[in-house]
């Protein structure tokens, strides 16, 4: 049984296999699917500040809110003018930047919020109350029928006031169906400009996002805002699902950050709708420039890039075994589904290890323009590994081994060449094992 390479498994190599334009594509188009048509509401400045680390000083967020403007997200939401003086002055300074993005702040279903926020000059409300009976007991007690009558009263004040305004359940994936779908009805019947759907907890998988956001598709005519804790790891996966569905508006925090371990991240994500419609990302956003705003935050909440961070953590684009190498160095497409030249980043051929391949060698030498043979490569292959046994080799390492071969190899020098030419602490560290 062999991988056809599109998805498929297959038995039978004679048979005609359908031709696809795009493997990455979903094969059948869906109308009711966004993955090539959305809208991000980027919450680094809302979500991102309830990060554990997270505090963000009036110069800071105005960083923080040009770097996202340079990428290009539709909207940034900002933290409630009701949390405090300071937030309700930033929320003045940010909306009169002039930024492309539209501004957003997040305020809860009460009117002293929504009437503090209007004046506060963003262009529209992220209006949000808990509908799960955990909220609706435990934390500000209020049944649906309040909730529905609330939110009608904020919504018709909002939009009586010219701006934007969105409406969500809080731990919608908690909440009980029938009560989701009447309310969104409700607030979708007057004049909404989004319904948003949230797993606070991080509670939902794939399969129930998209069950619900196709449900509520059915049910409501305004766009969709999805929102998406990363407590169990389904964060972006849910957000593209979502879009699939036929959400139309994701909440996304740079590197994820959020309450307790964040929700969606937004380099994620985009690698994620890059493989999707490659097209489309690259035209709206300049991923060129995730980097800098990442670098900018993880400095700001003191915390380091994870490692295996998309598209910019340290070994995104490393490409180590030697299987690998030579096939990448052939053709990137092998073993690279998004390319690091679009993302500002490049990529990396490890070769100092014990897992290195001749022709990962050999693409090194011609580098260097040493001039070696195959059969030279081969033979300093063998012993990059054997010294790699004992450690790792830098790639200053494996030059000096290349370059002290070509030189020996021009002064005709043959047989224990390559023990000669070993650097002596390389050969120190090799006896120390030995010795052991
Ligand atoms: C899931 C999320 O991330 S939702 C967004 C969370 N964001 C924030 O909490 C913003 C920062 N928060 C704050 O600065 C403060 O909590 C404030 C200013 C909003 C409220 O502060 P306080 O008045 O001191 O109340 P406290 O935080 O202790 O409790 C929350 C209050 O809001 C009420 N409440 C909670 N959610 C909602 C809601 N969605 N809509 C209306 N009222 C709500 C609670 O009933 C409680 O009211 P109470 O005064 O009757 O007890
Ligand atoms: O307003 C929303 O939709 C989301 C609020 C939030 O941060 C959450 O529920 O986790
Ligand atoms: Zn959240």
């Known amino acids: 049984m062999s991988n056809t390479g599109n998805g498929l498994k297959s038995n039978d190599s004679s048979r005609p296999r ?17 993955i090539s048509n959305f809208k991000i509401i980027e919450s680094t400045l809302r979500e991102g500040e309830q990060f554990a680390n997270a505090f963000f000083d009036t110069a800071k967020k105005v960083e923080i809110a040009k770097a996202l403007d340079a990428i290009g997200v539709d909207y940034l939401e900002l933290t409630s003018p009701a949390a405090s003086e300071q937030s309700l002055n930033d929320c003045r300074v940010i909306s009169s930047l002039g930024l492309k993005a539209k501004i957003l702040t997040h305020v809860r279903c009460h009117m002293d919020d929504a009437k503090l926020a209007i004046e506060s000059g963003v262009d529209g409300l992220d209006v949000v109350i808990g509908t799960s009976s955990f909220l609706r007991e435990f934390s500000h007690g209020k049944d649906m029928d309040y909730i529905t009558q609330k939110a009608i009263e904020v919504i018709t004040y909002i939009k009586s006031k010219g701006l934007e305004v969105r409406f969500s359940t809080e731990d919608s994936f908690r909440s009980d169906l029938v009560d989701l779908l009447s309310i969104y009805k409700a607030v979708d019947k007057i004049g909404v400009t989004r319904v948003g759907i949230a797993d606070t907890v991080g509670c939902a ?36 699902t979502a879009l699939e569905a036929g959400a139309t508006h994701i909440d996304t925090s740079v590197l994820g950050i959020g309450e307790r371990n964040g929700i969606t991240p937004l380099g994620g994500l985009l690698a994620r709708m890059y493989t999707a419609d490659k097209e489309f990302v690259m035209n709206k956003y300049d991923l060129t420039k995730i980097r800098d705003v990442e670098n900018i935050v993880a400095d700001s909440v003191e915390v380091t890039v994870p490692f295996n961070n998309y598209i910019t953590g340290y070994c995104a684009f490393t490409h180590k075994a030697g299987i690998h190498a030579k096939a990448i160095l052939n053709n990137p497409s092998t073993y690279e589904i998004l390319n690091p030249h679009d993302f500002g980043m490049n990529r990396y051929v490890s070769i100092g290890h014990r897992l290195t391949g001749w022709n990962a060698v050999k693409n090194r030498v011609e580098q260097l323009n040493l001039g070696l043979t195959d059969e030279d490569a081969k033979h300093v292959t063998q012993k990059i590994k054997e010294l790699a046994d004992v450690r790792p080799l830098s790639l200053d390492d494996v030059d000096t081994l290349l370059r002290a071969y070509h030189q020996a190899k021009d002064q005709g020098l043959h047989g224990e060449v390559l023990n000669k030419i070993a650097t002596p602490d390389m050969i120190a560290t090799i006896n120390a094992a030995h010795e052991k």
């Open 18 to 34: 359908e031709p696809i334009a795009s493997p990455y594509m979903p094969k059948y188009p869906d109308p009711m699917s966004n």
């Open 205 to 240: 998988n794939p399969r129930q996002v998209y069950e619900l956001v196709r449900t509520l598709r059915s049910v409501v005519s305004c766009d969709i805002e999805c929102h998406f804790h990363n407590d169990t790891g389904c964060a972006i996966a849910n957000a593209y």
